[in-house]
């Protein structure tokens, strides 16, 4: 047991921060108001791409896929990831800037796992590559999609098609000008196992059929140039061999992409709250109100210490989730992703929402990320499932396990 | 003590209710599609006006201005007041409809108390017809504005003009188009004692050397047609008799201002909280996930049970707070008034985040009044006075009427 | 719809508060030497009876006892009692003193309600008149007694008898010198409608086959004299003409019993809250820590002003109530206890936790009243129905209630 | 960085555990009625000798004094000490079975870093041999004793002497038959430098001068055999040679001797709290209400999924924090210890809450140990420095660290 980052991960971290220092920080405010300029809708804005490269070049690329993918990975494990992870996190948009962003990497590890060596060819590279943008098409608005066997699209065969209908929405990144990809999950029969109805499958974006309706907003925000789209499948015609790994085989893709992409949504919202923290100790050092400065309120401190607390706890709770994922898989490690997945949300928006009410009005507008961290924590509140049905899960396995213990003091 | 609403308050709530139904909930989808697309920024719907002219034809008119305000009230008390106010706070514009929205009724209650008559005859009257809206400009981006020692924007007098100098922001009003009047609180003196130097003045919207510099987002939204601007006045002149009350009132004019305004939150959202409980309650009702109705599960029930008591005691605590000012004024109620500024606005968040939880993602999107109630919420944990300053008065009064008592048992 | 006590309210809440002032808290803490001294366990402290005959004469007797109960009731609503029950409630044995101490008012209220005029005679007018103590055996060990339908103890018909057998606990007063009568709920058949299963029974405290076995502690205390036992009935045989309303009409009794039963808990819970907030009060403004008063600490200050509000939101909460209780009974109140139930219990918990805190290690100890305060809230939590049932019906209720709302905005 | 234990602490966990289940859980219910009967007050269970005596020859003794203690210490390191104290944790007095329990663990640290070989001759010896125990006279019932600086107890030179006058309380241990050893913080000096004041002294427990007023409660419990005393120090009259470290050194002394104390404090509450939890698995798997388990509500669900998070985020603070301690000393991990002191008492009061709700009243009873642990948690708040201490100090130190960055993103 040691609690100390490797001299490895140390010095990536150096290298993570030191880019993020010289190249994203500088650029914050003037992304920002590009994107959030209704006149550049789902346009991204140009600096992005520069960044790409750059960080392309020195080496800071896809260093979310883990080592055992060998080629297309940079080599590291989920744990030597988690801290590098937390410093993308600190500015929402940042992970892109590494090829790390969601639902792109769960995209890439579900192709690196289970594609054929032709949509390997022909989807991953260029997503490894950040030439292309991709979405994942699952939850529906007609139904309960943390259930999977609730899914009703259908992806019906017909000759040497697949031809799906159905209605999704949440499908994040399908605004993105670069957004090529659809991997999209239906119901290859209705009948039969519950477990084995479901597969996935890929989608080229400019398929006939696909109908984006409307963004979605969070909290007020569209979140340009990737957005959050309701899109409907009319009639929408791919080859069978865009079948990945196979019909029925959709469930297990979707459980083992989500666990990784669990504890990455959790390290970022980590350094999300370790910035919204930052910023509340300079403001409450800097603000004076009724004679004395904030930072001197025995109820500031209290929040300060609580947050820090919280943050210090979710951190070694995301970092223990990646070490047993690296030691035991996904399969293993599920309580621990339950778990972090139910603490690092709330969490952050305990954090922020009193980093907000350091900051009063000021808090919760577009003059510091804390709002928009906020609204990040709450809405991994449902991604990728949401606090009931994982505090369901971990509840079952803790009393199996409990029960399983030879002698009960 | 008696906790029925009187016959004329029941038959009040009726007829609210009813125009509610029968004109505003109908239209709520088109009037939110109206404002949040940009192509209409700060553009009033043309049908808020009808509306408007139905609500006054029907009576429902200036209802928030108290009994002792004569010739301009129609005759309520701030009790009778608040169940109604609650069921136009079930969205969020709707009080305009009732010319019963913020900051407008606070900028009536200082013009009507302590007006001038002329003052009356230019301001109070377009605005009680309202043909005119105004903004009230307090709050200031340098300074803990919640101790209004600190204010900076200087009212410096110059012959027969004043001459004001400061920056402002939250001036929320301020983009519509209807708005004609700013009521500004800065200083006339910086020395003396600490509240004699604040004045508040009227300054016409047109005056010259008042710069709008850009709208402020709450979670994303600029609130438009009304938003909350950031203002700098440079040099900006008016007539001396466009003081309120005389130099160095401006605190008292605060204060008094403040107290009403606060309930007036606090009734409004009771009422959004209610309408989020409802919604919850539909989709619980309507939702199955994994073989059962999600109204089934335990920790839903919870949900709405914890929701249902929260909001119950604070109605209660809002309507004890109204009585209290229709019996001892403003200063008598102060303790209730901060009570219910501290608990209002946190239930609201509280009560919304239980209700976003049981929508899933949906809860956080524009298809359901959740998230913007509950940003409403978040935000009157600032507007007036944050929790924090609230907290510490109520404890100073708490204590001092503990030591008071005769007997220490 | 009027928050103000009445004249009449009013000079009884100074008539019970001048006698406690007088009588109660001067000896409160030579009670409680006397009865924590396990020399003394079981024991009366004698000067509790010359109290009662005190309090009698003062006219300051079976106030709980609402107004519909005619001869037996000193004539107030349950909303005038709700005062004067949560100044009682400030020491925790005080409402003896007024012989309004549980079980013995629920029991009183089922004998007045439903008693013979035999059973009156013998059991209702001694209790009455506070001579004897009495037991409620509801709650049984090996099952969840929150389900009625749960309950083993058996009442079997035996000619002219009816003969008892089963085991309860948490039989309070069971233990206490002066107690000498239990009510019993049992079941008369084991089969048939599940509600029409259970009957309430007098049960002679002397009566053979009576096994107390042991007092069961709360957070350490065995709240001597009364106790709470766990107790075995062995072949306990009492007249048929001991049923009380007759066979089958148990599980009616128990709710008629529990609806004001709950409320005169809260009431005293609010009084007990109240009262370690003034402790609190006064230990801030005493204690001096790092330089400055405890009172200045804005930290203590929140818990100062959140503890007000909740008292404060619990005591109106109790009030309406009590109101409603009044004027549509207990069911007609069903969903007001249930809320006030949910709530009371926990706002005690929270209030007393941070009283505690204020006073250091001191807040556990014998010192003040406030741990034990904490324990009474605890229990309360579980006693007449756990938080959880509490919520499921209120829930059930609320949901019911909103879809059957015409309209749905 | 590394998230295992290690093979060596594996196998010590297994020996700990293994004697628990062999040698302690068994008698834990003999015990617990012993020490609980008045009869008993003051005496200790003859088995515990007994047990002593088989923990010593399995090596399973001292293990809290870490390997720096050269000689004294069994050689483990605080990271390995830590699951063992957390096995011990499960039952409240078990750690004196290890001769691992509080306050001699703190005073054997003392002597052995401070004491001279003298003063280690004759106290330190028979405390690591488990022949005597000792208690720690530190806070004083007039004082805000978590500034150590507001000591009053004067520790006065008299010739050879020391002669001391005070009054301490919370002295826990002092009641214990085998007590024979005081170590006493007070003041040399009331002038000078505030925290060179300070002096730490051994007091022999039958010095004349000492009287024990009266016991303190935790909730009603006494905590016998060990007890908390409130102690008079009348003219009691030591050697010089008794001091430790010197005059002046007092207060370093205890920062050093609380370090330590505090995470085993933690360690052991995480044992405590892990086995509430066990209880709560256990219980709702076999309760039934309203026709199903209690472990399929999903509110229950709940409660176990929120303890289990904060438990294990709270093991791994308290892990993290004993590796610190190992590495930079305790200064050096003065932030983790505060964190895990703030969070481990909360979290285990959060934990026990749930699962005593989850047994109904008998949670609250003598048939679990959960109320106990409760208590526990409850009393650590304010052990070794309240939770507003310590909340204020990491909230300095967060905010310091944040400044020192070398930019502000």
Known sequence: ????????????????????????????????????????RWQQPPIVEELKAKARAAGLWNLFLPHDYGQWSPGLTNLEYAPLAELMGRIEWAPEVFNCSAPDTGNMEVLARYGTPEQQERWLKPLLDGRIRSAYLM???????????????????????YVLNGRKWWSSNIYHPHCELLLVMGKTRFDGPRHTQQSTIIVPRDTPGIKVLRPL???GEVHSPSGHG????????????????GEGRGFEIA????GPGRIHHCMRLVGASQRALEWMCRRVENRVAFGKKLSEQSSI???IARSRCQIEQARLLTL????????????????????????????????CDRAM????????????????????????????????????????????????LETAP
Chains 1, 2, 3, 4 share one sequence.
């Open 230 to 245: 309701e899109v409907v499948l009319e009639d929408v015609r791919v080859p069978v061999s865009n079948i990945v790994l």
């Open 1 to 40: 047991m040691d609690f100390q980052y490797s001299p490895k991960v140390q010095d990536l971290m150096r290298r993570v921060d030191g880019f993020m220092q010289q190249h994203v920080y500088p650029i914050e405010h003037a992304h920002d108001e590009f994107v959030q300029d209704p006149a550049n």
């Open 217 to 219: 907003k969070v909290f």
């Open 139 to 161: 939850t529906e608005p007609q139904v309960a999609s943390s259930d999977a066997t609730n899914v009703e699209c259908s992806i019906t065969r017909d000759g040497d098609s």
């Open 320 to 351: 223990a989730a990646a070490d047993r994922i690296d030691r035991e898989g996904p399969k293993g490690a599920a309580d621990l992703i339950s778990m972090i997945k139910i603490v690092a949300p709330q969490m952050c928006q305990d954090v």
């Open 301 to 303: 401190r209290q929040d």
């Open 357 to 404: 009410q350091a900051h009063g009005a000021m808090g919760l507008c577009q003059d510091t990320p804390i709002a928009s961290s906020f609204a990040y924590g709450r809405f991994v509140r449902f991604a990728d499932g949401p606090d009931e049905v994982h505090m369901s899960q971990l509840a079952k396995w803790t009393i199996a396990k409990v029960l399983a």
């Open 255 to 258: 459980q083992g992409r989500l």
